[in-house]
């Protein structure tokens, strides 16, 4: 009998959230009164940061202890706690690879347990900015290029995250270049910014209840985030109804006393500049702001210290930091966001035995490279390489390791030879303007986005010594986005990206290679067989034309075949999908496929469905993502998978009617395995509400 496999349970999802289930009623009662009880100045305290600086790794804001009022402690990041050690997780865009949703709920039960046991009790992450060019500087703290598997990763990731604190999905809104992010301008008409900017923050709101939200540096149509009503109130509250704070980014986060508190944006941070209690004085003198702007912020952030409990939360034993469960988890989940790309007939895996003399290439293979030095940097007591993992795995396996400046024509003795290479924090990050230039030392670096998407000429040039002698050749990638790989993809016999895969990296890339795991990753960014496929990047511009294409979806409609498509991954075993069924079901489509595990080891697979328009009335995109679901099998097992679609996933944002509409037209489902390979399709046809098949 084969089981039933449902792509997203939100009861199991959002188990223990204690963003949910509020009794709004109840605690705007409690804030009415406490406010009842605070002087002016108070009210000041609850809406600016404390200091610049953290205070043992921690950002405070408001609280009094004479009203019993607690302060938000605030701490980054998306791939664990910012202070002191803790479990180095691999990057977001590593864990949207797994396509995992129950998986990310534990990572983030995991980070939001480390950082309530520091004393914090707001984590400041998930970073859900889309990544619309893979050339972002932060594309690895993000989980997609696409907006449903970013939501749905990033709600996960909150479930789990606020059985313990806070969470703040950020950066609020369309932060999706790094240079210029202070500055530029992201430009847009509504109907791309509520379709496709938007739903994955809407979704971390009202699915799962994130607590606070934090704006972002740069503009959206010449409006500074930090102080654009329309995204702060109009969306976010009045039409999403959130309950929260906004907090703005660090330092040019907020960009003005009085736009930005009638704006929406509530707590200044890290410290009071703009907030400051003699400029918002003037402000009042001066007849800009009423006593009630400056309550309604303080009110926002006392709603969540009520809500919360705050003066309650639980403090975990410091113990749970980088427990041994916690890297056993971060171990998991290195193996499960690992994609293979190329696997030549019987490359991988290889089998630990006598005889098998490697060699394992590069400066990378020997070193820790957990992502960028931004905001988003963790520190690990322990972390295993490449070389390490390899080594701690193979037992009757002869392993060199050769540096780049060795002399590879040693590699013709050898039975074959694994490269670790890829980027580093010197390549892309959080854009910092710091003058510190990058030393091994340097705990800040100045990172930034792409400008291309090849691999540095060093990197370039190592992989063509090494296949120039090699018998044969794997390459394992580490990096947080797509690289441009057609330079050399025919010369080597296998490719893994690894991503910066987190303190057990290296022991995970080591039973991939062997076979000990059978690599189930996919991708979450499209790998473009050229740059010049994607839409025009440049990394000094002020202002970004903004719209329904980037991705799959601009490379779907430009008819550029991707090099690795989104979606994309390889296994040790194989996969079917057949006897697709698709039935109405409440206000949306139930979608049931069989899947099969047709080789001889247990494995995973992402199932995806998308859907394209024909005949639609307005500009869509050929076909975009409305679920998916990850699916193990033993050899030979199948199980019926099911996908659940509801028709407000299908509408479009219909500016005349200033909001969604769903379109009387033909609606397509494509189910398979990427973004490339969907073998399923129906198609039903939408007529004034009567929903009819269409036989294909
Ligand atoms: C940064 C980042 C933001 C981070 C904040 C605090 O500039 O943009 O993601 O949470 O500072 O470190």
């Not at 540096?217 to 999403?240: A, F, K």
Request: hydrophobic share 40%; net charge negative; charged share 25%.
């Amino acid at each position: 009998m084969s089981r039933t496999i449902r792509a997203f349970e939100p009861a199991e999802i959002h188990a223990g959230n204690r963003g949910l289930g509020n009794d709004h009623d109840s605690v705007a009662g409690a804030v009415e009164k406490l406010l009842g009880r605070m002087s002016l100045e108070q009210k000041i305290h609850e809406i600016h940061g404390w200091q610049p600086s953290a205070i043992e790794g921690l950002y405070y804001a408001g609280g009094d202890e004479s009203l019993g009022i607690p302060s938000f402690r605030m701490v980054d990041g998306p791939r664990g706690a910012r202070t002191g050690t803790a479990t180095a997780f691999p990057v977001a865009i590593a864990r949207g690879a797994s396509f995992d949703v129950a998986l990310e709920r534990r990572v983030g039960l995991a980070i939001g347990l480390e950082v309530a046991a520091k004393g914090g009790n707001v984590l400041l992450a998930p970073t859900i900015n889309l990544l619309r060019h893979p050339g972002w500087g932060r594309a690895q703290e993000t989980y997609s290029e696409d907006s449903f598997h970013m939501g749905a990763m990033a709600s996960a990731f909150i479930g789990g995250a606020q059985n313990h604190v806070l969470t703040s999905p950020k950066h609020f809104a369309a932060n999706n270049l790094e240079n210029t992010r202070f500055e530029m301008s992201a430009n847009m008409d509504l109907r791309t910014l509520h379709e496709v900017y938007l739903p994955h923050f809407r979704r971390c709101v009202q699915e799962a209840g994130a607590a606070s939200i934090m704006s972002s540096y740069n503009q959206l149509n010449g409006i500074y985030c930090s102080e654009d009503p329309y995204l702060l109130t109009e969306v976010l509250r009045t039409r999403w109804g959130f309950k929260g704070f906004v907090e703005s980014d660090w330092f040019l986060g907020t960009r003005s006393t009085t736009e930005s508190l009638r704006a929406g944006m509530d707590i200044e941070m890290p410290a009071a500049y703009r907030r400051a209690a003699e400029k918002l004085k003037d402000a009042l003198e001066a007849g800009e702001i009423g006593e009630q702007d400056i309550e309604i912020a303080a009110a926002h952030a006392l709603y969540q210290k009520i809500a919360w409990d705050l003066n309650n939360l639980p403090v975990p034993d410091a113990g749970v930091v980088e427990c041994a469960e916690h890297v056993s988890l971060a171990r998991e989940v290195a193996e499960k966001s690992i994609v293979l790309l190329k696997n030549s007939p019987a490359m991988l895996p290889m089998a630990d035995q006598p005889g098998l003399k490697l060699a394992v290439v590069g400066n990378l293979a020997d070193m820790v490279n957990l992502g960028d030095r931004g905001s988003s940097m963790v520190t690990s007591s322990e972390t295993t390489s490449p070389l390490a993992g390899i080594r701690e795995l193979v037992q009757q396996a002869e392993v060199v390791h050769l540096a780049e400046d060795a002399d590879l024509s040693v590699l013709s003795e050898f039975t074959a030879a694994v490269i670790v290479t890829g980027l580093t924090y010197k390549e892309e990050g959080e854009f910092i303007p710091t003058a510190q230039i990058e030393t091994e030392q340097s705990e800040l670096a100045r990172g930034g986005d792409r400008s291309d998407l090849k691999l540095p000429d060093s990197q370039r040039d190592l992989i063509r010594r090494v296949t120039a002698a090699a018998p044969r050749t794997i390459v394992v990638l580490e990096g947080g986005s797509a690289i441009e790989v057609d330079d050399w993809l025919d010369d080597v016999d296998a490719l893994l990206m690894a991503w910066y895969p987190g303190r057990e990296g290296g022991r995970a890339i080591a039973r991939v290679l062997f076979g000990e795991v059978n690599p189930s990753g996919a991708l979450p960014v499209s790998f473009p067989r050229s740059a010049s496929h994607l839409m025009d990047w440049d990394v000094t511009a002020l202002d970004v034309q903004h719209d329904l294409l980037h991705g799959y979806r601009y490379l779907d409609q430009h008819q550029h075949a991707a090099r690795f498509p989104f979606g994309f991954g390889l296994s040790y075993t194989s996969f079917k999908a057949d006897d697709l069924h698709i039935e109405r079901n409440g206000s949306g489509f139930l979608l049931r496929v069989r899947v099969i595990n047709a080789g001889d080891v247990a494995g995973a697979c992402i199932l995806q469905a998308y859907v394209g328009y024909p005949d639609s009335a307005v500009d869509r995109v050929p076909k975009e993502l409305k679920q998916f679901a990850r699916v193990e099998l033993d050899s030979g097992e199948s199980a019926s998978v099911e996908l659940p679609i509801d028709d407000s996933q299908l509408c479009y944002f219909d500016t005349g009617s200033d909001d969604f509409v769903l379109e009387n037209c033909g609606y397509r489902f494509l189910i398979g395995f990427s973004a490339d390979n969907l073998p399923l399709t129906a198609q039903w046809n939408l007529t004034d509400a009567d929903w009819q098949a269409q036989d294909d």
